[in-house]
Every structure is written in structure tokens, then in C-alpha cells.
């Protein structure tokens, strides 16, 4: 029965005078199917859109997915690397090779760099804005030393971004007072270097001096800048005092 007739007969039926109660049993089956024909109509149309526009929203959530995925990339910590002259600090840097993150290891660092905006910044970039700072704040007035380094043990990423970061280094320097220095770090050396709040390269470079002078600790050798210990390496002016 089409709506059309059920539409009719409901029309009609209301100059029927059947026996009490059936007149409204009667509209009441007939309104009840109208709806559930309309209901029907409906979700077959929502069938239809839902079938025309999925593959815009299937499409729409995998740019979701991929926008998130790179937002998620960005934020993570993918590579440190740490820069020490006397100022020592850590960037963090995401597998766009831009900083997601910055530890200061020591006070000189963290006046240093007060207010310079180093996140966002590519590992290059950040750097070439420390090493300003480091210079106004006069650390570049005297010879100085400047070490980079990463935990390098195979890790190809790691030598690749140490190269770039000496190479900026060195290219940026003009008549600035320093030597470049990279060095290549293992996971035992940044594990031992947190247990005194120091930066691994700083570590290792303690660690050889202790090395060469026994009586010294790497408390009495943390607060030293890299040119005072490499001096102690290379033109032997360690004096045995703890």
C-alpha cells in the first residue's frame, strides 16, 4: 500500500463509525506505518550520503593522522647533542633536525641564553645563537674551547649532525677567539656523566684528565672551562692537587 492510498484510507476512515475502539486502533496502526515508512526513507537516504562522502572523510582522517604523526615527530627527542665551553647545555633535536628542547647544565649556560628562543630553531641556527651569546658574554675573549658531542656508538644520524654543527661552527667564527672540538660519546658515558650533573663531553674530557692526574676528582674539575682541562691534556699543566 502506497503512501498515498494509507494517506486516503486515513482520511476516509474518519466518517466510519465502527464499533467503539476500533476507529482509533485502526488510525493509530495507519499513523504508526506512515512513520516507520518515513523512518525507512530517511535512512536510506543517510545510507546514501554516508556510502557518497566517505572516501572525503576516510581522506580527511588520514591527513588528521599524518598531521598529528608529524606533530608527534616534531616534539620528539630524537638526538641530543651537547655543547660545552664553560656554559654547558643540551639540545634536544627532532628527526627534522630542529630543536625541540633545551637543558642548561650549569648557571653560565643558563645566563648566558637567558631569553634567547632556541626551540623551533634548526640544530645549526641554535647553535650559531649560543655561540653569539657565549661571545657577548665575553667567554670568546681568550682562547676558548669549544666541544660538540652526541652519543655517536652506530648511530649514522648522530656523526651526521656532529659534522654539520662543527662545520657551522667553524664557519661562523670570523675573528672569535675558539677551536672546534667534536667528540663522540657512548651510552656508559652519559650514564656516568648524570650521576655529577655534567654534560658527557665535559665527562670525558674529566675522565682523561683524571686519567693522566689521579689525585684530581671530577668534582674538583666540573666547574673548570674546556680550555683550562684540554690545557691540562695537551701542555701538561696538571699540578696533582685534588
Not at 535512512?43 to 606533530?71: D, H, N, Q, R
Not at 649514522?156 to 662543527?166: G, H, I
Not at 655529577?196 to 693522566?212: A, F, L, M, N, W
Request: proline letters at 3%; charged letters at 30%; a neutral charge.
Amino acid at each position: 500500500m502506497t503512501d498515498h492510498e494509507l494517506a486516503t484510507l486515513y482520511k476516509d476512515s474518519r466518517e466510519l463509525t465502527p464499533p467503539s475502539g476500533l476507529k482509533e486502533k485502526i488510525l493509530l496502526r495507519m499513523s504508526e506505518e506512515i512513520e516507520r515508512k518515513k523512518e525507512r526513507k530517511r535512512a536510506f537516504s543517510l545510507g546514501i550520503m554516508t556510502k557518497k562522502f566517505m572516501p572525503i572523510v576516510a581522506c580527511f582522517m588520514l591527513v588528521l593522522g599524518v598531521i598529528g604523526g608529524m606533530l608527534g615527530l616534531g616534539n620528539e627527542n630524537y638526538q641530543t647533542v651537547y655543547i660545552d665551553v664553560n656554559p654547558s647545555a643540551a639540545l634536544h633535536v627532532n628527526r627534522f633536525g630542529r630543536v625541540s628542547g633545551v637543558d642548561y647544565l650549569n648557571e653560565d649556560a643558563e645566563k648566558a641564553l637567558d631569553g634567547i628562543q632556541l626551540e623551533g630553531l634548526s640544530a645549526e641556527n641554535a647553535l650559531e645563537e649560543m655561540l653569539s651569546a657565549y661571545d657577548s658574554a665575553g667567554y670568546f675573549d681568550t682562547n676558548a674551547e669549544i666541544y660538540i658531542s652526541a652519543v655517536s656508538e652506530k648511530n649514522k644520524n648522530a656523526d651526521r649532525l656532529l659534522e654539520k654543527l662543527s662545520a657551522r661552527a667553524e664557519k661562523i667564527k670570523g675573528d672569535r677567539g675558539y677551536s672546534v672540538n667534536v667528540t663522540k660519546l657512548t651510552a656508559e658515558d652519559r650514564a656516568e656523566a648524570r650521576e655529577y650533573g655534567i654534560s658527557p663531553g665535559k665527562y670525558r674530557v674529566i675522565s682523561e684528565v683524571i686519567e693522566k692526574y689521579p689525585n684530581y676528582t671530577v668534582d674538583a674539575l666540573k666547574d673548570k672551562p674546556m680550555a683550562e682541562l684540554k690545557g691540562m691534556l695537551t701542555n701538561g699543566k696538571g699540578n696533582g692537587k685534588k
